[in-house]
């Protein structure tokens, strides 16, 4: 399995994900728990990170953290570790305690204090661990809602920001009544959207990635790299592909049924090769739904050997087209 894609830089802000290896707990009472919050703790002041939000499950783990400098893997690395190594003395065990590397979404610093600390610390009500989130006490929430909860190491104000103006109780205030009314909706993930599922933030945001991607060299290793790299209009790929499988892309719309194959290979290059999303897709190309772009996707990857010489000639001309765009 390719390894996670990095992506930092000073200020970079992260949602992360760290799961037991082969789903199993990474936390097994209140003593784990405790030791867990203690590196955590360790971690956010060694590296120098701003912590806006966290929750402690029992086989995963969720932070949305801001790194000024561009250490993420670093840190990550000293937090697991160090807790592994914990965790396997205590327990008498050994070898991996999480599942690989870390997961990480990149995000946009404008726009998602508020969604991506809902999110995290509306968990243990979707896994119906406790009826409120202020009833888990292994997470940053209580300190959001209660002052004499909150811990010195967490920054609470970015995300309490966003629920001005007034007092701090004020703000505390609306913050949970934003929580507490989205309960029944909690079950909307924020990253559905991510790019790549790496990348979530507006279109500006995610061509800034895109940019610090195309100054690196590539990794064969790591698929998603080529993928964020910049990549030509979804009307160059559309026009592209319907000349060279002979297509009238004039015929890719609703309600009109295409058996030529080559709607089915524009969808497939537009959202396997270069990240863009379902219902863009289904917009440009004429399908009802983004669940007919999904299935087209799976019919040229079922059909590969059909495909294989068309895609290798797409392919090289749009490399051609990307490259002539960036000089």
Same mark, same amino acid.
């Given at each position: 399995?390719?390894?996670?894609?990095?992506? =930092? !830089? /000073?200020?970079?802000? $992260?949602?992360?994900?760290? +799961?037991?290896?082969?789903?199993?707990?990474?936390? *097994?009472? @209140?003593?784990?728990?405790?030791?867990?919050?203690?590196?955590?703790?360790?971690?956010?002041?060694?590296?120098?990170?701003?912590?806006?939000?966290?929750?402690?499950?029992?086989?995963?783990?969720?932070?949305?953290?801001?790194?000024?400098?561009?250490?993420?893997?670093?840190?990550?690395?000293?937090?697991?570790?160090?807790?592994?190594?914990?965790?396997?003395?205590?327990?008498?065990?050994?070898?991996?305690?999480?599942?690989?590397?870390?997961?990480?979404?990149?995000?946009?610093?404008?726009?998602?204090?508020?969604?991506?600390?809902?999110?995290?610390?509306?968990?243990?009500?979707?896994?119906?661990?406790?009826?409120?989130?202020? =009833? !888990? /006490?292994?997470?940053? $929430?209580?300190?959001?809602? +209660?002052?004499?909860?909150?811990?010195?190491?967490? *920054?609470? @104000?970015?995300?309490?920001?966003?629920?001005?103006?007034?007092?701090?109780?004020?703000?505390?205030?609306?913050?949970?009544?934003?929580?507490?009314?989205?309960?029944?909706?909690?079950?909307?993930?924020?990253?559905?959207?991510?790019?790549?599922?790496?990348?979530?933030?507006?279109?500006?945001?995610?061509?800034?990635?895109?940019?610090?991607?195309?100054?690196?060299?590539?990794?064969?290793?790591?698929?998603?790299?080529?993928?964020?790299?910049?990549?030509?209009?979804?009307?160059?790929?559309?026009?592209?592909?319907?000349?060279?499988?002979?297509?009238?892309?004039?015929?890719?719309?609703?309600?009109?049924?295409?058996?030529?194959?080559?709607?089915?290979?524009?969808?497939?290059?537009?959202?396997?090769?270069?990240?863009?999303?379902?219902?863009?897709?289904?917009?440009?190309?004429?399908?009802?739904?983004?669940?007919?772009?999904?299935?087209?996707?799976?019919?040229?990857?079922?059909?590969?050997?059909?495909?294989?010489?068309?895609?290798?000639?797409?392919?090289?001309?749009?490399?051609?087209?990307?490259?002539?765009?960036?000089?």
């Amino acid at each position: 399995m390719a390894r996670p894609l990095r992506i =930092e !830089y /000073p200020g970079a802000l $992260y949602h992360v994900i760290s +799961r037991g290896n082969e789903r199993r707990p990474i936390v *097994t009472d @209140d003593m784990d728990r405790a030791k867990r919050l203690d590196w955590l703790r360790r971690a956010i002041e060694t590296y120098g990170w701003h912590l806006h939000a966290f929750v402690q499950m029992t086989n995963h783990e969720h932070l949305f953290v801001e790194t000024p400098e561009p250490n993420l893997s670093v840190g990550m690395q000293y937090l697991n570790g160090s807790y592994t190594s914990y965790f396997n003395r205590r327990w008498r065990r050994s070898g991996h305690l999480f599942q690989g590397r870390f997961k990480a979404h990149v995000i946009d610093e404008q726009g998602y204090f508020q969604v991506i600390s809902r999110y995290i610390h509306l968990n243990p009500v979707r896994a119906k661990m406790v009826p409120k989130a202020l =009833e !888990y /006490p292994w997470s940053s $929430y209580p300190g959001y809602v +209660r002052a004499v909860k909150a811990l010195d190491w967490i *920054t609470y @104000d970015r995300v309490l920001l966003d629920f001005g103006p007034g007092k701090l109780t004020e703000r505390r205030r609306r913050y949970k009544r934003y929580v507490e009314a989205n309960i029944e909706k909690s079950g909307v993930c924020p990253f559905e959207y991510a790019i790549e599922g790496l990348v979530l933030g507006s279109q500006a945001f995610v061509d800034r990635i895109r940019s610090m991607i195309n100054q690196r060299g590539k990794d064969p290793a790591i698929r998603e790299l080529d993928r964020l790299r910049a990549r030509p209009a979804l009307e160059t790929i559309v026009d592209l592909v319907a000349r060279k499988t002979e297509s009238d892309s004039k015929q890719w719309r609703q309600g009109h049924r295409s058996d030529g194959g080559g709607r089915a290979v524009a969808a497939f290059v537009s959202r396997s090769w270069f990240g863009y999303r379902c219902t863009e897709v289904a917009r440009a190309l004429g399908y009802t739904s983004s669940s007919s772009v999904s299935r087209s996707i799976r019919h040229v990857e079922e059909k590969m050997n059909k495909y294989k010489k068309i895609l290798g000639q797409l392919d090289k001309e749009l490399r051609n087209e990307i490259s002539q765009t960036n000089h």
